[in-house]
C-alpha cells in the first residue's frame, strides 16, 4: 500500500514549500489560547495575519458572531457590491479510480456508471444553456482511463459554443496537461482538498491516486503554471476538525495569492451530504450551520478579494444568509448525475450525492432580486 506520499508514476513533482509551510503555521497558531480582547483585536485590524485567523475561527469566536457579520458585510460590499455570481456543475462521466468513503463515485460503489459521448455533452449543455446559465463547471469521476484528458479537452471545446465561462473539476492533472486544457477552452480548475488532517486523509482515501496528499495540494499551482486564469480551493467540511480545515484552507489560499499575484483566487466551503454507501465514520465531524456560517464570514474578511462560493449541498434560507454577508458565488440548476438534463439520454448515471437546494436558476435568480442582490451569469466577454 501507498502511503500519502508516494508519487505515482507520471506524477509532475513541483518546486514548492507551500504544503510546508501550511503544516508548521497550523502547528504554530495551535499553541494560541484565544481570549475575547484577542477576538475584538483581531476585528480591529485592517488586514488579518494568520494568527488573527486562527482566533476568528475559535469556538470562543462565535460569541462575536454578529460583530463579525457586520466587518465581512462591509469587505463583501465594497469588493463585490450587490453582485452575487451563478454558475451550474455539468457531470459528464462517473467513473473514478478512488475509494473515498464519503463519495458515491467510489470505484466500489454499485452506482450506474456512465460517460457521455459527445452527441450527448452538446445535448446536455444545450439544454442547461437555455436555463441562462453562461458559466460552466466541467466535472467528471477521476479516472484517468474513461475521462481522459483528450476527453476533457473535447468537453471543453464543445462548452464554448455554449458558455462564456469554463471551469473544471476533475482528477488533478500535470502541468501540460493543463495547458491542453486552457487552449481548449478551460478558465479555472477547482479541487478540493477534502481533508489537510494527514491521518484523517489516511483514512478516507485507502487508494487510488488520491492517496498522495501532496500532489493534490499542488494543483492550484500546477493549473496556474498550465495557463489558468483562476483556480479554487475547497475543504469537505465533515472530515476532520473543522476550525483546523478550515485555518488551512483560508492559509493555503493566502499563500498561493501571495505567490501568483495575477491569479484570481476562489474559496469553497461544501459540508458532507448524504450519499450511497457512505461511511458512517462522516458523521464524527459533523459542522452545524452557526459553524459553517462564522467559517464563512472569517474567510470573507480575511480573504477580502476571493470569491467564495456557497453550493446547494446548502439549504436555500442558509444560501440567502451567505450572499448577503460573504458569498459572491451560488450554483443554479444543479444535477450531480451524469445525463439527466435533457432528458433525452438513455443510459444516465447515478448521483454523486444528495443536493439540498434544488431551485431552478430562474427560481435563484427571483430570490436574489427579492435580496436586493444583482444576479450575474458573467462579466467576462470573449474576444
Not at 47 to 59: C, G, H, M, N, P
Not at 151 to 158: F, G, Q, S
Not at 214 to 219: A, D, I, K, P
Amino acid at each position: 500500500m501507498k502511503t500519502i506520499y508516494d508519487y505515482y508514476p507520471n506524477m509532475d513533482k513541483i518546486k514548492t514549500d507551500i504544503p510546508k509551510q501550511i503544516k508548521e503555521k497550523l502547528n504554530e497558531v495551535k499553541k494560541i489560547k484565544p481570549t475575547k480582547s484577542m477576538i475584538l483585536h483581531a476585528l480591529s485590524k485592517e488586514r488579518l495575519k494568520a494568527e488573527d485567523l486562527y482566533i476568528l475561527l475559535s469556538d470562543l469566536s462565535l460569541d462575536f458572531l454578529e460583530d463579525m457579520a457586520n466587518r465581512a458585510r462591509s469587505e463583501r460590499y465594497k469588493y463585490f457590491g450587490n453582485n452575487v455570481y451563478l454558475f451550474s456543475p455539468l457531470y459528464i462521466a462517473n467513473y473514478c479510480d478512488n475509494s473515498c468513503k464519503y463519495c458515491g463515485f467510489r470505484k466500489d460503489s454499485d452506482i450506474l456508471r456512465a460517460k457521455l459521448d459527445c452527441k450527448e455533452i452538446q445535448m446536455e449543455m444545450d439544454a442547461l444553456s437555455k436555463t441562462g446559465i453562461e458559466d460552466v463547471l466541467i466535472l467528471t469521476g477521476e479516472h484517468e482511463k474513461n475521462s481522459s484528458i483528450e476527453y476533457i479537452a473535447n468537453a471543453c471545446k464543445l462548452a464554448k459554443t455554449y458558455f462564456r465561462e469554463i471551469g473544471l473539476e476533475v482528477y488533478p492533472c500535470n502541468v501540460d496537461d493543463y495547458k491542453i486544457l486552457h487552449k481548449a477552452g478551460a478558465d479555472f480548475v477547482t479541487v478540493f482538498q477534502e481533508t489537510y488532517n494527514e491521518k484523517a486523509y489516511d483514512y478516507f482515501h485507502p487508494s487510488g491516486h488520491k492517496r498522495n496528499i501532496e500532489y493534490r495540494m499542488n494543483t492550484q499551482e500546477r493549473a496556474i503554471l498550465g495557463g489558468m486564469r483562476g483556480v479554487g480551493f475547497g475543504a469537505l467540511f465533515g472530515l476532520s476538525d473543522p476550525i483546523d480545515d478550515a485555518f488551512c484552507l483560508a492559509y493555503h489560499a493566502a499563500l498561493v495569492q501571495k505567490k501568483y499575484p495575477y491569479a484570481e483566487i476562489s474559496i469553497s466551503l461544501p459540508r458532507i451530504r448524504p450519499t450511497h454507501g457512505a461511511d458512517e465514520t462522516i458523521k464524527l465531524n459533523l459542522v452545524s450551520d452557526k459553524k459553517l456560517f462564522q467559517i464563512l464570514l472569517v474567510m470573507r474578511i480575511f480573504m477580502p478579494f476571493a470569491s467564495i462560493t456557497i453550493s446547494t449541498r446548502e439549504s436555500s434560507d442558509f444560501r440567502k444568509l451567505a450572499v448577503k454577508y460573504a458569498a459572491t458565488k451560488i450554483s443554479a440548476s444543479v444535477d450531480t448525475g451524469i445525463g439527466h438534463r435533457s432528458g433525452a439520454i438513455k443510459d444516465t448515471g447515478s448521483d454523486q450525492f444528495e443536493i439540498n437546494d434544488t431551485n431552478s436558476t430562474e427560481d435563484v435568480y427571483k430570490i436574489l432580486k427579492d435580496l436586493g442582490m444583482t444576479p450575474v451569469f458573467t462579466d467576462y466577454i470573449n474576444i
